[in-house]
C-alpha cells in the first residue's frame, strides 16, 4: 500500500491524537473508547441492557441473584403485612450495604456465596 503525503500526515495526526489521550479498553466489546471518569463501557455499551452484555462479572451477577431472591423475601413478608415494614425495610437495607460491599470487595464467586451463606437470615 502507498500513502500520499497527506494521508501519512494525517496518519501521524491521528496516532498523536491516541497517544496523548489515555484511551480504555470497553469491558463488553473490547473496542478502545475514550473514558469520562470511571467509564467502564464504550458509548454504545453503555446502552446496551447490563443483562444483555457479553462480559459479565461473575460476582455482579452472584450479588444481583441474592439481592433480587432477598428483595422478593422482604415484599413476601411485607404482603404478608404481619411485620414492622419499617423495621423490616431497614435491615434489607443494611443487609444490602454489606451485600454490596461484599460484591465489590471479594475476588471469586465461591468467596461471595460463602458470605451469602452465612447472611441471608438477615430478617431475624
Ligand atoms: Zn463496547
Redesign the pocket.
Known amino acids: 500500500m502507498i500513502l500520499e503525503i497527506k494521508e501519512l500526515k494525517y496518519l501521524e495526526e491521528q496516532i498523536n491524537l491516541i497517544v496523548e489521550i489515555k484511551l480504555k479498553k ?6 478502545y ?1 475514550i473514558p469520562h471518569n470511571k467509564q467502564m ?6 446502552t ?1 441492557p447490563y443483562d444483555m452484555r457479553k462480559n459479565k462479572n461473575p460476582i455482579y451477577e452472584a450479588y444481583r441473584k441474592t439481592y433480587k431472591t432477598q428483595y422478593n423475601k422482604l415484599k413476601r413478608y411485607i404482603d404478608k403485612g404481619i411485620v414492622d415494614k419499617e423495621e423490616l425495610r431497614e435491615r434489607f437495607k443494611k443487609w444490602n450495604e454489606i451485600a454490596k460491599n461484599q460484591k465489590n470487595t471479594c475476588k471469586t464467586v465461591e468467596e461471595y456465596n460463602k458470605w451469602y451463606k452465612a447472611n441471608l437470615k438477615w430478617e431475624k
Not at 470497553?26 to 473496542?31: A, I, P, V
Not at 463501557?41 to 453503555?46: L, V
Open positions: 470497553c469491558k463488553n466489546c473490547g473496542r473508547f463501557y464504550c458509548d454504545t455499551c453503555k446496551i
